[in-house]
């Protein structure tokens, strides 16, 4: 009967709680709350820590009920005083069924006894329940920080004093000044941090762990100073494995106004930043040199808290300590609830036509307009959020990393489309209108969906590259000797055959000059026999003949001191960093020693494909992809280039630092690889020369410069693309 | 042995015997469940479908093994029997019902039918009687003996003799079933009793405390509810044993406690019509109201008066649009303001817009939303209510919180004052306090889920004794009502003329008195039954097979009653029923073609639709409604075919969800107001 459901002022089970004369339990203690504009109270049972929250008509009906008074009685005489605010039939038994189970109201009849442990065996079922249905996050309670807090109370109610704010403002300020002063180191220790080894991890995750105790010690504090209590201080074990520390601090509940709560939500940032600025001006202030390692250390305790803060522990959007200032602050309990009630009302009302959809209860417009921001928001933050712990922890533990992401894809995409679904499917309230519900639901659905699985668009696979030249010879000393002359600088144009450098060699020179005068007197020798004897005549030949030969080789050695380029093209010294050969002059160079190239003036791209995507590209080279480069520098134009030529083997040697994330590049190293830059994952060298040759970036870079390569495939849908992507980047870390 | 049978017939006579006192069943504590939900009502359902098997052939094998048993049996003459009887009655009290014994006494009890109801139990009722056994749900199509098959189930409770209710869906069902037991059970020495209603406290009482107590739902939970009202809160076994000590009674004011219950506690139940009973009955709760002359009902009674009054003064579209589907009504803006406007001439109590709003779109979705002789009727100046899934009459019943006022208004009857609830309790918690609970329908297949959800019922399906050769025509689709109702009408004048048995089934008692008259002017004599004379309606439907006749019935009218067919109607083809609308679930569409072709007779079902069928006008999908309409041919049928699959599973949905509904909130208000329970 649909008015069984609307109907509220009387209830048709009226009659079992009409006659009863119920009253709230002695010990239960009731504290005036203001919420914004609102006024809640709270009742509080010291013995089991629950709270309840009553609105100010159902305190004044619970205020009523005496024990004495029937609670008919007291419904009407909330009907005479409180007019259409008064609660009706309906709210008055829910309200004391609740209060029932939370044990907070006593009946007039015997209680039996029965029923109390049938009661306690719910509460603990339900306590089990929690805890195994919730393994996810595993609650272990450890210390009790109560006696320490009161031994200490003087100190605490100091620290969350105006003085203690004083204190931190001005460490804050002091902090903020130095680390700004020098940004640029700052910056640069960065990097560092994220290439960091086993041993380096785990002293990072010690650093966080002590970090977050201090911080849950902060909310303790700050509660025991505001008045309260904490009791319990332990480790959530997030799936089991990953333990977060967390501080029971339910009595901030009961504060009557909301600056306490607001505090004790924040102390924990407040202390932690405090921890941090104080790190942060050690750090600004200490040498490296010195102690490398608590500098290090302070340099983790800042990014740590930084990120910690502002990603998780600020962030309303997350259910952690920003959420519940903003809660506090925006006057409105149970925000996240009460936000997606509204949305779904929205939804119901205006996307459905849902008419009979009742609004849930909001105070004002500002009110539904955070709610709504926030439901908006809330979730692809939180969505956004798990995938990034989910890739970073698949970084090391593909596995894992797997399995929590199998997890919460159940939990945040499975879960709730089934209920979606059930919801579109069997939800009385959509009677009538399921099929528009359902139509709606499948063109916002369905719009996205058919153009990510059937639109094809183009798609592109990228690689890292470097420009070299196409051919580069190699200009090596043809005898010892040492430099005499530069004939060519580096980058200067030769033509084949122009010397570049000579060197010289007094040794060879003595030879030839011995040499030279052996052979002048063998010549007068064969001279003077060619008058005598003939057997002379051919002794003096032979010998003339064999110093001849000896003459040319030596003259040829003296020829090879004059470097020629090997081939047309720019002169490059060997040494990457030296700009020209001046150096080397008067330099002794072994035989064969390497002192520079002469490079081609056509220049090639050489890039290096990860594996996992280079079977896709070479399957789409059959169909030719479309390949264009962009040279660093030239950020607008790309250049259509040809593949001519792949190599053989994949390799992870990077044999040029400059594609090496280390380098700002974009490949990943393996960390520790001490000298050599190994990457994290085998890559496929493959050379490009850019198709047209005149005046392009390509062909008027120099070569070395980075450049990247997009190899275009053929169109494809984004859906099919995604799923592409995803299991390369799955292959390449499960199978690495 | 001379013991033992000396035992037999001191049974039931007299002085109530230890199993009989109450506090035999509160010395077992009541163990309360709760519904389930999230991943536990999932694996709950996956449960229930895992769980619900045809009849597996252990049991075949075995109940022939009892048949054969049985037929060995027949041989011996009276006295041996009763030798045997006996034998067999003690080594169920000594060892129990397993195995062996539980065989020796099927097969005794089979034989005892065969002795004095001249039947011999074929196998599949065996087997239907082995699930009971096992407290399942057994599914045996219409007219393979039910009734029957109970008896060896019963038997065995009666024995044991702590109680056993055979609960069927009527009083008419009960008596009837009792007189063709009672024999069979008196044979084995085990005393019947039956419930009718009217009857009085003792002999209510002595009803029950007989080892087969037959009775209708109804009886019993409201009995349930009578006992409850006299007991103490909370019935325990000390206070009764203490009460049963002492003289005078401390724990009721009225004398003692155990003599002014007339139920010895819920032990064992068979559940005749199962379906019906457990499922279509629990939508609403049970309800004992009563006329309380005190403050508090005056003054709610005046409130539901005020509104039905002033209910009549809004007018249609202009103070409140009324949205058929979603079978609600809302006030606009004008109407608002004119509700506004009365608040002076009004109590205070009206004042705001709060209650004042709510109260009368009560009323008037009462008015508007309430069809005369669909869901009640008028008789004598009174207002009866008609239970729209049966069609019956529940005269003395009221809606609550003042529908009924508003609809008295409607109707112009003098408004009748409230009653307040004083004991109410849900057909699902009812049923799960008996210890053990059995149930046998010919339709339970599709409702499997809940039957185990609730009362952890498994379905089994027992396979029928003679292939089914009943045709099913296809649907006829009609765009009209009217068309729909023609054609039926000129089917039946030419089945009638060829001489053929016809049952059409109805929805409500105003469609069959209009298929009545339309009938009638084309000079077919027909026979109307409404479900409100029982027994009449027994003996009618039981003639339905006769060569051309007519019979218009709602769907409940003489239910469980067999219509068997003369030779003629079986040379010409067996009955035809003729159905005139979906029901909200197939199951009870099954129901109704089930009354034709039972036992392996000829027999004919056709289905009459339009697409003005209230399950279609509330439940179809607008689009499939449209393209039905404006097409012909395949596509039409196919299109029909979807929207009614599509109408009946979202209103069994819905059906589902209100039981649930109901469920859960006596569930859980039970928990919490624990104090009070009654």
């Known amino acids: 009967m649909p008015w069984e459901e609307v109907g509220a002022t009387f209830s048709d089970i009226w009659y079992r709680v009409a006659e009863s004369r119920p009253r709230l339990t002695p010990h239960a203690n009731i504290i005036r709350q203001r919420y914004g504009p609102t006024i809640a109270y709270i009742v509080e049972d010291p013995a089991s820590g629950q709270y309840y929250r009553l609105s100010e008509s159902a305190y ?29 039939q309906r709210e008055c038994v829910q309200l004391l069924s609740q209060l029932q189970l939370f044990g907070l109201l006593l009946g007039d009849n015997e209680l039996a006894a029965d029923m109390v442990l049938e009661r306690k065996l719910k509460a603990r079922e339900t306590r089990v329940k929690r805890r195994t249905g919730m393994w996810v996050f595993w609650n272990i309670p450890l210390y009790n920080p109560e006696p320490f807090l009161d031994r200490h109370r003087r100190v605490i109610e100091l620290i969350f004093s105006r003085w203690g704010a004083l204190v931190w403002l001005v460490t804050m300020s002091v902090a903020a000044y130095l680390l700004i002063r020098s940004a640029g180191r700052f910056g640069d220790e960065f990097a560092g941090l994220l290439a960091l080894d086993p041993r380096g991890m785990a002293a990072m995750g010690a650093v966080f762990l002590v970090l977050r105790a201090i911080h849950e010690m902060g909310h303790a504090a700050a509660c025991k100073a505001m008045g309260g209590r904490s009791t319990e201080i332990g480790v959530i074990m997030i799936a089991g494995v990953l333990p977060l520390p967390y501080c029971d601090a339910t009595t901030a509940w009961r504060f009557a106004r909301i600056r306490p709560r607001v505090l004790v939500s924040a102390a924990g940032v407040i202390v932690e930043s405090l921890i941090a600025a104080i790190a942060g001006i050690y750090w600004a202030l200490a040498d490296p040199a010195v102690s490398p390692t608590l500098v290090g250390i302070a340099y983790q305790v800042m990014i740590i808290s930084g990120v910690s803060t502002l990603l998780f522990n600020l962030n309303p959007l997350l259910r952690y300590d920003g959420y519940y200032i903003l809660s506090d602050l925006v006057g409105s309990p149970n925000l996240s609830q009460r936000s997606r009630d509204l949305l779904r009302f929205l939804i119901e009302r205006y996307m459905f036509g849902l008419k009979s959809s009742q609004p849930p209860r909001v105070r004002d417009r500002t009110e539904a307009t955070v709610l709504t921001v926030f439901g908006l928001l809330s979730t692809p933050y939180r969505i956004f959020i798990g995938l990034s712990i989910v890739l970073l922890i698949m970084d090391r533990y593909a596995a894992f990393g797997l399995l929590l992401g199998g997890m919460m894809a159940a939990m945040w995409l499975v879960w709730p489309v089934l209920k979606i679904i059930g919801y579109l499917a069997s939800s009385p309230k959509l009677l009538g209108r399921r099929g528009r519900a359902c139509l709606v639901t499948m063109t916002i659905v369905g719009i996205p969906l058919v153009a990510l699985g059937l639109v094809p668009v183009s798609s592109a696979e990228y690689a890292p590259a470097i420009v070299e030249a196409k051919h580069a010879a190699p200009l090596r000393a043809g005898e010892s000797g040492f430099v005499r002359r530069i004939e060519a600088r580096a980058g200067q144009h030769v033509a084949k055959g122009d010397p570049v450098v000579t060197l010289r060699s007094p040794e060879l020179e003595a030879e030839a000059a011995r040499l030279g005068a052996q052979l002048d007197r063998a010549q007068r020798q064969v001279d003077e026999a060619m008058s005598g004897a003939a057997l002379d ?3 003096a030949l032979a010998a003339r ?36 050969f001046d150096n080397i002059v008067g330099r002794y160079l072994p035989h064969g020693a390497l002192i520079g190239f002469v490079s081609s003036p056509e220049l090639v791209v050489r890039a290096l494909v990860p594996d996992r995507s280079y079977a896709h590209i070479l399957a789409g080279a059959e169909s030719s992809p479309n390949v264009t480069v962009r040279v660093r520098g030239h950020a607008g134009q790309s250049v259509p280039g040809t593949i001519t030529s792949r190599a053989p083997m994949g390799t992870r040697d990077l044999q040029n630092p400059a594609y090496a994330r280390l380098t700002s590049g974009s490949i990943a190293v393996e960390p520790s690889q001490s000298g050599r830059l190994v990457a994290m994952e085998t890559h496929w060298l493959v050379k490009i020369e850019a198709d047209d040759s005149t005046d392009n970036p390509v062909s008027s870079a120099q070569p070395g410069v980075r450049a990247r390569v997009r190899f275009g495939l053929a169109r494809e849908p984004l859906a099919a693309q995604l799923f592409r992507r995803g299991t390369q980047y799955l292959d390449a870390r499960l199978h690495r | ?19 009989d006192r109450l506090w035999a069943s509160l010395a077992r504590p009541f163990v309360r469940t709760t519904p389930t939900r999230g991943a536990d009502a999932i694996a709950e359902r996956l449960a229930a479908r895992a769980l619900r098997r045809r009849a597996p052939a252990r049991d075949r094998r075995e109940a022939e093994r009892i048949a054969g048993r049985a037929a060995a049996h027949s041989k011996l003459s009276e006295s041996a029997f009763d030798a045997v009887v006996v034998e067999c009655r003690s080594s169920v009290l000594c060892v129990g019902t397993t195995g062996e014994s539980l065989g020796e006494a099927y097969a005794v009890a089979c034989e005892a039918i065969r002795r004095h109801v001249g039947l011999t139990l074929h196998v599949e009722q065996i087997m239907g009687a082995l699930a009971m056994s096992r407290g399942c749900c057994a599914e045996m199509a219409t007219g393979e003996g039910k009734t029957i098959t109970a008896v060896l189930p019963a038997a065995i409770e009666g024995w044991i003799g702590r109680g056993m209710h055979v609960i069927t869906v009527n009083d008419y069902l009960a008596d009837r079933d009792a007189r063709i037991t009672g024999p069979v059970f008196r044979r084995l020495g085990i005393t019947v009793g039956v419930l009718q209603d009217g009857m009085p406290q003792p002999e209510r009482k002595q009803a029950y405390a007989r080892c087969v107590t037959y009775a209708a739902d109804k009886q019993v939970i409201f009995d349930f509810l009578r006992d409850r009202l006299v007991s103490p809160l909370n019935p325990r076994l000390a206070s009764l044993l203490l ?15 155990g003599d002014m219950v007339v139920q010895r506690g819920l032990n064992a139940a068979i559940v005749d019509e199962a379906d019906s009973v457990l499922i279509d009955e629990a939508v609403t709760p049970a309800i004992i109201a009563q006329e309380l002359p005190d403050d508090a009902t005056r003054q709610r009674t005046m409130h539901f008066r005020i509104a039905a009054e002033l209910a009549g003064r809004f007018e249609r579209q202009h103070d409140y649009t009324v949205d058929e589907r979603q079978h609600t009504v809302r006030l606009t803006d004008a109407g608002r303001d004119r509700l506004a406007g009365l608040a002076g001439e009004l109590p205070p109590f009206w004042a705001g817009p709060r209650r004042s709003e709510e109260l009368l779109v009560r009323a008037i979705s009462a008015r508007e939303l309430y069809a005369r002789d669909d869901d009640y009727i008028v008789q004598e100046g009174k207002l009866i209510i008609v239970d729209r899934s049966t069609g019956r009459l529940l005269d003395g019943r009221q809606w609550q919180l003042g529908v009924h006022q508003a609809v008295e208004a409607k109707e112009e009857l003098d408004l009748s004052d409230e009653r307040i609830t004083s004991a109410r309790v849900s057909y699902q918690r009812f049923f799960q306090r008996y210890r053990k609970l059995s149930g046998m329908t010919g339709t339970a297949w599709e409702v499997s889920d809940e039957l185990w959800k609730y009362y952890r019922l498994r379905v089994v399906r027992v396979p029928t004794h003679r292939p089914v050769i009943r045709a099913k025509a296809a649907d006829r689709v009609f765009t009209t009502e009217a068309e729909k109702f023609a054609a039926v009408a000129k089917r039946t004048e030419s089945l009638h003329h060829e001489g053929r048995a016809v049952l059409i089934g ?20 027909c026979r109307i039954l409404n479900a409100t004379r029982e027994a009449e309606e027994a003996q009618i439907v039981a003639q339905a097979g006769r060569s051309g006749a007519v019979t218009v019935a709602t769907n409940m009218a003489g239910r469980g009653t067999d219509i068997i067919i003369d030779d003629t109607t079986r040379r010409l083809g067996g009955l035809v029923v003729i159905a005139t609308e979906r029901h909200a679930e197939s199951r009870v569409d099954r129901q109704l073609y089930g009354r034709a ?4 007779d000829p027999g004919l079902a056709e289905t009459y639709i339009s697409l003005e069928d209230q399950l279609v006008a509330r439940h179809g999908l607008k689009l499939l409604v449209a393209l039905t309409r404006s097409t012909r041919g395949t596509v039409r049928r196919l299109a029909a075919r979807v929207l009614w699959g599509m109408a009946q599973w979202s209103s069994g949905r819905r059906a589902a969800v209100l039981r649930s509904e109901s469920a859960k909130s006596d569930a859980w208000i039970d928990l919490a107001m624990h104090h009070h329970t009654r």
Do not use: H, K
């Open chain 1, 60 to 88: 004044f009906f619970v205020g009523l009920l005496d024990g004495r008074r029937t609670v008919d009685d007291a419904w009407n005489a909330c009907n005479a005083q409180l007019g259409d605010e008064a609660p009706t």
């Open chain 1, 537 to 539: 005549f051919e002794v």
């Open chain 1, 545 to 580: 003949q064999q110093l001849r030969l000896q003459y040319d080789r030596v003259a040829q050695r003296l020829d090879a001191l004059v470097l020629r380029a090997p081939i047309s093209g720019v002169v490059a010294p060997s040494d990457g960093t030296a700009v020209d």
């Open chain 2, 1 to 19: 042995m001379s013991l033992l049978s000396s035992s037999i017939s001191a049974r039931g006579a007299g002085d109530q015997r230890v199993d």
């Open chain 2, 243 to 257: 009460d049963e000590l002492t003289r005078e009674s401390r724990f009721t004011p009225g004398g003692r406690w």
């Open chain 2, 506 to 525: 109805t929805r409500s008692v105003a469609s069959s008195e209009r298929l009545g008259q339309m009938l009638s002017d084309r000079g077919v004599p």
């Open chain 2, 597 to 600: 072709g039972r036992q392996g």
